[in-house]
């Protein structure tokens, strides 16, 4: 067995694009590292996250380091910066979407039982605080990721990254 060449994972990854047109979007609430930003930008663009809003920080897709991490995928998102996270939320539900928050909450049901077949627009918090309770009423479902081991918690990029997977793979079930 051999690894795909640029053509052989351009046709791999066309034959997966044409399987579904769900709607995905990410919202970014007061996410301050901005290597954590790039790396979502880069998973936004291989999930096909028709939007991301960044809110409540000044870490944006401009600053060089995002750029070193997302490496040119910034290109392929369209994002909106927000001054507020109730900003960004509204923009958000005036586009379609119902809002899914990415948290460790009373509460919250494993992401994997949720519907995520409509439009649908993650959300996660900030690094150490995650997602405001303010946040949290607004939305639609608030879900967890289910894990095994003696840690309790993800990496806000990796944990976007699980959520945006997750989101994908009930499109494509």
Known sequence: ??????TGMKRLHRDTRRQ?????????????????LGSMLRT??????EHLWIAATDTLPTNAKVGKTA???ERYVPWTA??????AVGLAREAGFQLVAIELA?????????????PTCLIVGHEDRGISAATLGTVD???????????GSLNVATAGAIAMYEARRQHLS
């Open 82 to 87: 927000c001054e507020t996270t109730a900003e």
């Open 71 to 73: 490496l040119g995928s």
């Open 141 to 151: 479902h608030v879900a967890y990721l289910p894990q095994l081991g003696k840690i």
């Open 1 to 6: 067995m051999k690894q795909l060449d640029g």
């Open 20 to 36: 579904t047109e769900a709607r995905l979007a990410l919202l970014v609430d007061g996410v301050q590292g901005p290597f954590n």
């Open 106 to 118: 009373e509460y919250a049901v494993p992401l994997d039982s949720l519907d995520l077949a409509p």
């Open 44 to 49: 936004a663009a291989a999930y096909r996250v």
